[in-house]
């Protein structure tokens, strides 16, 4: 099992770990990570690996095990130097395409706010994001949902993360926002994101402390992607 430091501090850009496992492929399993896998519409990270003598491991991927989101793989670039379980290493966060994707899947979350219908999908970009809605009609005053938006960025709601079981989250359906991907359950407890008084709904991906960091949002465009599916595109102004 992997201990995802990012989920506590998603602020730290270092980190020291130990090697537990070198895949068949050349997939590096440490015992704990600050870098993010791909899940939930929110892409991995990048980064070095920095091991003895020099070896620099550029990080091209980082992936859960299929079937396995106890685990994280780091994918190393295809001439990156060899590392050997039981290794002492360090983590090495590209830090500013961390943040602007932390800034953007914070915004998400108001945007399903300003927008409230189910939401049936949803990507998260480091200068664009979208999700898509199960919404029928797209809304005139979309002057004023972007206005209400940026009102709620500049309202310093802090956002914080909490835990709930299973259960708890089997028996209060009405957090759960999106319609296909369900909030990761069968590990005894689920995160759940709160901005202020404004949101919470369950997430395991990277936010920042407080919207004020998220800047200045606009609305971008917003398409048609079947009879009742609206997509919305989300970009820092």
Not at 159 to 166: A, F, G, L, R
């Amino acid at each position: 099992m992997t201990e995802f430091v990012f989920r506590s501090d998603s602020y730290l850009r270092t980190l020291s770990a130990t090697v537990a496992e070198v895949t068949p492929d050349g997939g590096i399993v440490l015992d704990r990570t600050i870098f993010y896998a791909a899940s939930g519409g929110q892409p991995n990270d990048t980064g070095r690996i920095v091991a003895g003598a020099g070896r620099v491991v550029s990080v091209a991927n980082v992936v859960h095990p299929e079937g396995d989101k106890t685990r994280v793989v780091h994918v190393p670039d295809d001439d990156a130097p060899p590392v050997a379980a039981g290794e002492s290493v360090t983590l090495d966060l590209d830090w500013d395409r961390r943040y602007r994707l932390m800034r953007m899947h914070t915004a998400l979350h108001l945007l399903s706010v300003v927008f409230p219908f189910p939401v049936t999908g949803g990507s998260v970009g480091e200068d664009k994001g979208r999700l898509d809605f199960d919404m029928p009609e797209v809304p005139e005053n979309l002057g004023e949902l972007e206005a209400r938006l940026n009102a709620m960025v500049a309202g310093n709601h802090a956002v914080t993360d909490e835990w709930i079981s299973d259960d708890e989250m089997a028996a209060n359906p009405g957090l759960i926002k999106t319609m296909k991907v369900k909030p990761p359950m069968g590990q005894g407890r689920v995160r759940l994101i709160r901005i202020g008084d404004v949101d919470l709904q369950p997430c395991g991906g990277t936010h920042v402390a407080n919207t004020s960091e998220i800047g200045l949002l606009k609305l971008g465009k917003i398409e048609k992607k079947g009879a009742q599916n609206r997509r919305v595109a989300l970009l820092f102004a």
